[in-house]
């Protein structure tokens, strides 16, 4: 058996078989092979498993076919307001953001936290600010929604009063 592991989702909304089409099943799955690589790879040679959790996520929050990062659900405003975190099991440090905008990958923001902050959570403005002042990416709002984001910001507004779907990516790692 390994002295490490990596497990990995790509979402945890319920779907009825078939919702996806075959391009969207193959594209997710191979977005959660990239991901997943990405993760073993770092613990595979050495590394702390928080940097092979923040490497998973990244991927996942770089790839459109995924609810984090570019491709979030969009806000009635129809712009991304973004939430992560990160934990540390061997120190119990934790760093968490939520309704941030603009950063290209919150995860690296709660990473920030967990590092940089005396705080373990920060929301809104505050938490753009430190991403600002550790110089990490942000990207106008068009760069975060996707086609598939957009119809279902339209469908929510025309259906006023339905919330929109929710839904998330994850990862935990052993080093």
């Not at 592991?5 to 319920?14: F, M, Q």
Request: charge should be negative; proline fraction near 7%; include cysteine.
């Amino acid at each position: 058996m390994s002295p490490y592991a990596v497990v990995i989702h790509g979402g945890a909304v319920t779907m009825p078989p078939g919702e996806l089409s075959p391009a969207e099943e193959a594209a997710q799955r191979a977005g959660l092979a990239q991901a997943l690589h990405a993760g073993w790879e770092l613990v595979h040679r050495g590394g702390p498993a928080l940097d092979a959790v923040e490497a998973v996520v990244r991927s996942l929050e770089d790839n459109p076919h995924f609810n984090a990062g570019r491709g979030s659900a969009l806000t009635r405003q129809g712009e991304a307001s973004m939430d992560a975190a990160i934990m540390c099991g061997r120190t119990l440090q934790a760093g968490a953001v939520s309704a941030v905008p603009y950063v290209q990958n919150p995860i690296g923001l709660a990473r920030a936290v967990l590092a940089h902050s005396p705080h373990a959570y920060l929301t809104g403005l505050g938490a753009l600010e430190l991403a600002l002042e550790q110089g990490l990416p942000v990207r106008g709002p068009s760069y975060f929604s996707t086609e598939k984001t957009r119809q279902q910001w339209l469908e929510g507004l025309r259906q006023e009063g339905t919330p929109a779907g929710h839904d998330t990516v994850g990862a935990v790692a052993l080093d």
